[in-house]
């Protein structure tokens, strides 16, 4: 199953870099209270540690995105960035499920967990290698 649909990895990568940059990076970066709203979060009255953080976390998605989108443009990297990508993926899952279980968080956030795993299944399937070189 590693890197079944290989091929293809540099448009899988195009398209979900496309998709969280405009969908989370960027509104998370911007208007990240705007952003929690719509997600269902509650916002106390007090945002500005809010803010912060989620410019962050917004700037750290950012980072993972250029990443994408240099081993889309320039070939290089593209199996350090599926890399990248399962270590995103497997600790935000394992945040979604933590926020699950504890029940901390919107529903929608723990529907996230979905997402996230199948993330990690579409990662495998269009890793660009027959191994893993972690």
Do not use: K
Not at 56 to 81: D, K, N, P, Q, Y
Not at 112 to 133: H, K, R, S
């Amino acid at each position: 199953m590693l890197g079944l649909y290989a091929d293809h990895g540099t448009t899988y990568l195009t398209v979900l870099m496309t998709v969280t940059t405009l969908s989370f990076a960027l509104p998370i970066l911007v208007a990240p209270l705007t952003w929690a709203r719509l997600m269902l979060w509650r916002v106390p009255a007090e945002t500005d540690l809010a803010v912060y953080f989620g410019r962050c976390l917004g700037a750290f998605i950012l980072i993972v995105e250029l990443l994408m989108l240099r081993a889309v443009t320039t070939g290089t990297g593209l199996t350090h960035v599926f890399d990248v990508l399962f270590c995103v993926f497997l600790l935000m899952l394992a945040v979604h499920v933590y926020g699950a279980l504890r029940r901390i968080q919107p529903v929608t956030e723990t529907l996230e967990i979905g997402l996230w795993a199948f993330l990690l299944v579409c990662n495998t399937v269009f890793y660009p290698a027959t191994a893993l070189v972690l």
